[in-house]
């Protein structure tokens, strides 16, 4: 079936394709390619779990554009299983979910939001009687790709911060040696969630990533880089006070705690609903949430950065804010000294528990 | 007698398990548990509660703001902050749109294949479809062709072997009544609502930065300036394009939703009479806050209790208690229930090990806590809203509720039922969409006398605050009446405690094993089918569930933590 010929008309179409090229950074060639995979005969299958979650990442992914939402989720794919949007429920949604396994073993993408709480044998998420772990693995470990979706599905999000009461983590620590393609963000983008989807249906593979297995496309920028009030911090112009002349003249929020330094993400220039605003845009420092374990490395969100204990940078704004050079120093050390914590903080991979048994 | 299991209720939020047993072609008792815990108020502990709306909005991203909204009101009611009235306004236009959006959702998405069969839309005529749609509503999307046009969309997703998101839908059940025309109007508008809701969020996206989660709170006001001289504020322009939004969101929801609200209603009279529960209902009321006057909100606040719809009873939040005896987790003396801010939280899972097939229903069941008001199981949501401010005299919403029982011939008292709910929250989408349009014009007003003023700065720096002090935060959401309360000592967070709404309605048995409000609602609905629980569907989605947010934990140390002040509400 194909989305482009019944539903929108031709020019509709090949603006999705091309804005999906842009958004991938790919050069214009690549736009019949795009179109002609989108207009298989047979939709491409996904399943959606949900485990310990908002929602939030359901709710963006309803917020895609071009294509329409409704062609999106409709015509360009087959949503076998999505526990928000399904018609089916109870028994007859979980038949969905093992049929696709069964059927279209090693065809289907797998996409994961909320994080796997591991502690008491899983009993602080269970769908069907079954544990968020359980599905996890029979579900991803059949599918030919696993994107998770949010903060949660990488790293375990709020649940798992201080003093994670449930053992939450991310499904790459769940389930090691999982190969994974991370769209971290709280929520993420509903544009890079399609433009990923769109790249493996159309080359079969998932985009460049980064070491935390985030596409270089959505995550290879610093927002600091990209954010459009960087010649205020150049130019050593910050905002002081919510609301004073600096802040409505949209100089720069690094003062008011902005996570934008050492944060990976590219809100700067594909922007929230439809281009509508973003964060920095509207007024409020960025709080980091591409980052792991952001809820605690970046918290308070309001202290301005040098502060935060063991970045061991002491320059203060307005000595970075002075010269440029100084400013690609501060990054590079901000950044650095931030994998660094990460990598020491991160929580060790846990061994997923063993299968239960039988049914009670 | 059957026993049955309808786990995952899907086309809600989050995770939500019914049991039931059916007796003679009907519910004879009914179960309902929350199967997911995380933990929000064990997380907030020891930290700095300017940053808590951040972590508690993401308590759920369907009810998106709320969470943050009644997070800022509780610190700023303990710390002593007053949010200006640019902010507040831009909070109430926030709130308002949230209204409107998650209540189109609800109603297209998460509801409408409760009562709308997909494949017998694939067989309808489109020139009736037509007519039927133009003798309902001016909406223009109403053409033979347009109907055509979706009813081959459709019939060719339904039979490509690749049904996706319509698979395995109880299709044909013979509870569902509406013609082949009526199916194909409300599916047509099913993939209208899921475009058009993303063009009403984007008022959100101008004022918080984005949705999902909009990045604008602050304690004390917003973090979106205010300058009609400025690219990088809100200025006229950008206020402008949010009033476009906002007039074609009622436009859509005067043409499309409420209209095809009153097709279902209309078709299914008999469930006026279904899923009624206790009939006893609470709002805590609100817009605007803050506010001195109480009885300025356009919600009222109180109670009824039928059968005395015509009366309000005061509300008094000392009198909320919740009890554990049927959820997993202990207290001391379980046949007491503890006020909110007494709470103990001891998560006990006591239920089966996964994989099970049933809980045990005799003892706990639930991650849900019993939420009771002075011992009674209270209802909150538009309905219950909307049955206080009628009682209570609110004229607006006595004008759209009176009109709306004279439309469907309907008595007041026959609101308490499944599909009271589902009118009650179309009516309130209509009130939204216009009071909308009063705070925003009020907005540019205040903006063009002058005031730019966005935040409340004085109490910003922690050191400004008393070294221990408490607040209360109260929101009526979307779904009902939401409660935040905390506690901070050395500028940092020493308990934070939310009761949501969807934990008073999804509430499991008390110590007097009083149903809570899903239970009570489902006794008595009929089942023509236990392998197909279709009508179960209907009384539980008419409540509109939002499991992530009826999930919370109390303080796990015990212990005094919280004194609600009853003058404070
Ligand atoms: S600190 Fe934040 S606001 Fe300032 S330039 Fe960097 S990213 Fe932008």
């Not at chain 2, 300036?225 to 007039?247: C, G, K, M, V, Y």
Request: hydrophobic letters at 40%.
């Amino acid at each position: 079936m194909s989305f482009a010929a019944d539903s929108l008309d031709r020019r509709t179409f090949i603006t999705f394709c091309a804005t999906m090229a842009a958004t991938l950074a790919l050069p214009e060639s690549y736009v019949p390619a795009i179109a002609k995979a989108l207009q298989s005969a047979k939709r491409p299958v996904l399943v959606w779990l949900a485990f310990s979650d908002c929602a939030g990442c359901t709710e963006s992914f309803l917020r895609a554009s071009n294509p329409t939402v409704s062609d999106l989720i409709l015509n360009t794919l087959s949503i076998n299983y999505h526990e928000t949007l399904m018609a089916a429920s109870g028994e007859d949604a979980e038949a969905l979910l093992s049929r696709t396994v069964g059927d279209d073993r090693g065809r289907y993408i797998a996409v994961v939001e909320g994080a796997i709480p591991t502690k008491d044998n899983g009993v602080y998420c269970t769908i069907g009687g079954r544990s968020a772990i359980d599905i996890a693995r029979e579900v991803c470990s059949n599918a030919a790709a696993v994107i998770t979706v949010g903060a949660c599905a990488f790293f375990g999000g709020w649940p798992a911060s201080r003093p994670n009461p449930t053992g939450a983590v991310g499904l790459q620590d769940a389930l090691r040696g999982l190969k994974v393609i991370n769209l971290p963000g709280c929520p993420p983008n509903a544009v890079n969630i399609t433009a990923t989807l769109v790249h493996f249906l159309t080359f079969g593979e998932m985009p460049d990533t980064d070491a935390q297995s985030r596409p270089l496309f959505a995550y290879g920028t610093q927002i600091h880089d990209s954010c459009e009030r960087r010649a205020h911090y150049d130019a050593g112009e910050f905002v002081d006070a919510w609301g004073d002349e600096a802040h409505r003249k949209g100089w720069c929020l690094y003062k008011m705690g902005c996570k934008g330094p050492g944060t990976y993400h590219n809100c700067a220039s594909v922007r929230w609903n439809d281009g509508t605003s973003w964060p920095i845009g509207a007024g409020h420092g960025c709080i980091g949430c591409s980052e792991a374990g952001f809820w605690d490395e970046n918290t308070p969100f309001y202290r301005r950065l040098p502060d935060v204990p063991g970045f061991g940078v002491q320059t203060t704004a307005n000595e970075v804010g002075l010269g440029i050079v100084a400013v690609t120093a501060t990054a590079v050390a901000v950044h650095g000294v931030i994998s660094i914590v990460r990598d020491r903080l991160h929580p060790e991979p846990v061994d997923p528990p063993p299968p239960s048994a039988g049914k009670s | 007698m059957t026993r049955i299991a309808i786990d995952p209720v899907t086309r809600i939020e989050g995770h939500l398990r019914i049991e039931a047993t059916v007796e003679g072609g009907k519910v004879a008792d009914a179960w309902s548990s929350s199967t997911m815990f995380r933990g929000m108020e064990i997380v907030l502990r020891k930290r700095d509660p300017r940053d808590a709306w951040l972590f508690a909005q993401r308590i759920c991203g369907v009810c998106t703001t709320v969470h943050a909204l009644a997070s800022v009101r509780a610190v700023e009611d303990a710390v002593g902050s007053n949010p200006p009235l640019n902010a507040r306004l831009i909070r109430d236009v926030i709130a308002g749109t949230q209204y409107v959006q998650d209540h189109v959702i609800h109603f297209y998405h998460l509801h409408a294949f409760d009562w709308v069969d997909v494949a017998s839309a694939t067989k309808a005529d489109p020139a009736a479809a037509s007519r039927l749609a133009q003798s309902i509503s001016a909406w223009p999307k109403s053409s033979p062709g347009y109907f055509q046009e979706i009813r081959d969309k459709i019939a060719a997703i339904v039979n490509s072997g690749q049904p996706g998101l319509f698979a395995n839908g109880y299709w044909g059940h013979p509870a569902y009544r509406l013609s082949p025309e009526a199916n194909l109007v409300l599916v047509a508008h099913y993939l209208e609502a899921l475009d058009w809701q993303r063009e009403i969020v984007r008022v959100q996206a101008i004022l918080g930065g984005k949705n999902p989660h909009p990045q604008t709170y602050l304690v004390g006001g917003m973090a979106i300036p205010i300058d009609p001289d400025s690219q990088a504020a809100l200025n006229f322009a950008r206020l402008d394009e949010e009033r476009t939004i906002l007039e074609s969101a009622k436009t859509f929801v005067e043409q499309v939703y409420l209209p095809d609200a009153v097709l279902v209603a209309s078709h299914y009279p008999e469930w006026f009479g279904y899923g009624a529960g206790h009939k006893t209902y609470m709002a805590y009321g609100d817009f605007p806050q803050p506010s001195g006057d109480v009885s300025s909100y356009r919600f009222a606040r109180g109670i009824v209790r039928y059968p005395n719809e015509a009366g309000v009873d005061a509300f008094d939040p000392a009198k909320i208690s919740e009890y554990v005896t049927r959820s997993w987790y202990a207290y001391p003396d379980e046949r007491v229930g503890l006020h909110p801010s007494r709470g103990e939280t001891n998560p006990t899972y006591t239920g089966p090990q996964p994989p099970f097939e049933f809980l045990n229903v005799n003892d706990k069941y639930s991650w849900l806590k019993a939420p009771r008001y002075d011992g009674e199981v209270m209802e909150v949501g538009p309905l219950a809203r909307l049955l206080v401010s009628y009682a209570a005299g609110r004229p607006d919403i006595k004008n759209v509720l009176d009109g709306a029982l004279r439309t469907l011939k309907l008595q007041r008292a026959d609101l308490s039922s499944t599909l009271g709910r589902v009118v009650a929250r179309a009516l309130e989408t209509q009130l939204m969409s216009g009071w909308l349009l009063e705070w925003h014009d009020e907005l540019v007003a205040n903006v063009a006398n002058g005031d730019l003023a966005v935040h409340d700065g004085s109490r910003w720096e922690p050191s400004s605050w008393p070294a221990e002090c408490e607040g209360w935060g109260s929101h009526e959401a979307p779904r009902g009446s939401l409660g935040h309360w905390v506690r901070i000592e050395s500028g940092a967070i020493a308990n934070y405690q939310a009761v949501m709404p969807t934990t008073w309605n999804a509430s499991p048995r008390d110590a007097r094993g009083m149903r809570g409000p899903y239970e009570a609602a489902l006794l008595g609905t009929p089942v023509a089918d236990p392998q197909r629980p279709l009508e179960i569907l209907r009384t539980v989605h008419s409540f509109d569930p939002c499991m992530a947010c009826a999930v919370h934990v109390l303080d796990p140390d015990g212990g005094l933590v919280v004194r609600v002040e009853d003058d404070a509400w």
